[in-house]
Each structure stands twice: as C-alpha cells, then as structure tokens.
C-alpha cells in the first residue's frame, strides 16, 4: 500500500514535469534564470533516477521469482565473473569480451521487461512514452539491474577477501571464474 502511494506521488510529480499545464500555455512564463534552470535540471534527474531504481529493484524481484529463464542464469554467471575480474584483473579474461557480456547481460535483463509486472507501471509511472524514450528507460532499468548483482556479487567478495586476502581470493577463484567466463564465451560465439 505504501509503494502504491509513493508510486502515485512519484507519478503526479512527473507528470507536472512532464506535461504542460493549460495556464503555462496562455500566458508565456518568466524565463527562469540559468541557476533555476540548474536545479530544475537536478531535480528532474533525482526523480527520474529515483524512478529507475524502483523498477529496477521490482524487476530484479521478477527476475528473482523466475530463475528458470535463460536471462536469470547468463545474469549470475556474468555478474560474478565481472565481479571477481574487478578485484583480480585476470589476464586470461578480455576487457572488451567482459563488455560485451555485459552488454548481453542487460540485453536479456531488458527483454523481460515487457513480461514483468514494471511493464505496465512504466506506462502508470510515465504516461506514454515514444518508443525511444521507453527504450532508454528500459535500457537503465536492465543497467541498473546489472550493476546491483556485480555490487552485491563484489560485496560477497569483498568478505572472502577479508577472510583470506587477495592472492589467496584470486587463485581459490581463479579457475572456476575462468571456467564461467569461457562458457559466457562460448555461448556469444553460438549466437
């Protein structure tokens, strides 16, 4: 009930944002100064980035609940080979190969989008956007998503590596990442 409200505040702010009043139309408005415009600028891109880590956060849930898609399983492989190059920068692992897995990483987070229930709060949330505006917003959806599990991955990490330090950390790991990150290869290859 609470999420439902904040969804509908968040949803009345932008659409004040958003789309212009009857008033504002009529009568032109003072031009506000470059300072205004600034903190217009900001907080538009709070809200929005507010916005994005909402529907990424109830995604991620879908995305949780439905760990038998394909998406789901490329997800964790990816974010835990990405996590574990971040801290041991393995040479055997290619930097631009990483970006492109995860590149497909948020592609195949975003293709689910239209099945999770964000799908129909992104148009509740948004009113209609064209079709390169809800691209965008899909694209930092599945981004956002991304980013969180190679944070939460990295943070899983980061108390092994208390435990044990880093070389012992990166050669423990070392060949099971290796062995994951081939079979992210293997399968960019199939496609």
């Known amino acids: ?30 031009q506000p100064n470059e300072q205004e415009r600034a903190l217009q600028s900001m907080q ?19 995305l949780n609940e439905n760990r038998n898609q394909s998406a789901f399983h490329l997800l964790e492989e990816a974010s835990q080979v990405m ?8 040479d055997a ?6 970006n492109t897995i995860a590149a497909k990483s948020t592609l195949q987070v975003a293709t689910l989008i239209n099945q999770s229930p964000i799908n129909t709060k992104i148009t509740d949330i948004m009113g209609a956007l064209n079709e390169r505006d809800r691209l965008i ?3 930092d959806i599945s981004t ?7 944070g939460r991955r990295r943070g899983l990490f980061d108390a092994l590596l ?11 790991m070392g060949n099971d990442m290796r062995r994951r990150y081939n079979g992210l290869v293997a399968g960019l290859g199939s496609e």
Do not use: W
Request: proline share 4%; glycine share 4%; aromatic share 10%.
């Open 162 to 172: 208390t435990d044990f330090g880093a070389k012992r950390f990166c050669s423990g």
């Open 44 to 62: 538009f891109m709070l809200q929005r980035a507010e916005i994005v880590r909402m529907l990424a956060a109830e995604h991620l849930q879908y």
């Open 93 to 98: 692992m290619d930097v631009r190969t990483l």
């Open 137 to 139: 917003l899909m694209g």
């Open 144 to 150: 956002t998503v991304v980013m969180f599990k190679i």
């Open 1 to 30: 009930m609470f999420r439902f409200q904040i969804v509908k505040a968040v949803s009345a702010a932008l659409m004040l944002l958003l789309v212009p009043t009857a008033l504002a139309q009529e009568a032109p408005a003072p």
């Open 83 to 90: 996590a574990y190059n971040l801290i041991c920068a393995d």
